[in-house]
């Protein structure tokens, strides 16, 4: 979602925007249906071997297996020229360092097709995580790293402040970009 803020800037620097999960292709459609993602490509990788194990990115032993958050910028020669890896499936990163290393590649801008899927998507899967709990979830997220923070400073633990930090600031960056995103989610999901 964030971003999806940063369609045009990410088009503009040359760059695509393409998610890879190990949700199957119904449940993509149904997060960018639900979500009212555009320009974001959804690539499933059901058993992390296709691309996320070859990556780096995949956890075997996290629930059955699922995808390491994690964001990378592949130049079109097929290097990787920038890597973020979450430590845990909640790590996120904040997105300047991203797009300093995207524009730094001074690509040509690019164009892209709005994403597009023909797959059927059952109303029942329409609830999963729906939008509306977004601001909250990632609100108790910054709350709850706050007090961690808090906790860290008295014991002066400074590892566990840039820590407590990190995610905090992550989950402030989210849910204020949640303001600027949730016009494009279709209304009955808000």
Not at 21 to 50: I, K, L, Y
Not at 118 to 129: E, S
Request: glycine share 8%.
């Amino acid at each position: 979602m964030r971003l999806g803020l940063n369609y045009d800037r990410i088009h503009d620097a040359g760059g695509e925007l393409i998610a890879i999960s190990v949700d199957d292709e119904v449940r993509q459609a149904g997060m960018a249906q639900r979500w009212g993602f555009s320009h974001t490509r959804f690539v499933s990788d059901p058993a992390g071997s296709t691309y996320l194990d070859r990556l780096g990115l995949f956890d075997p032993v996290e629930r059955g297996g699922i995808a390491v958050p994690g964001m990378l910028i592949i130049t079109p020669e097929g290097r990787v020229s920038y890597r973020f890896q979450g430590r845990d499936f909640a790590d996120r990163t904040n997105d300047p360092a991203l797009f300093e290393a995207l524009e730094s590649l001074s690509l040509p801008s690019v164009s892209p097709e709005a994403w597009d899927t023909d797959v059927v998507v059952p109303a029942d899967l329409m609830g999963f995580f729906p939008p509306r709990n977004l601001e909250p979830y990632f609100r108790g997220n910054y709350f709850g790293a706050t007090a961690i923070y808090r906790r860290a400073k008295a014991a002066d633990d400074a590892t566990g402040r840039r820590l407590a930090n990190e995610h905090r600031f992550m989950s402030k960056d989210t849910f204020e970009a949640w303001d600027g995103w949730k016009h494009n989610v279709p209304a009955a999901h808000r």
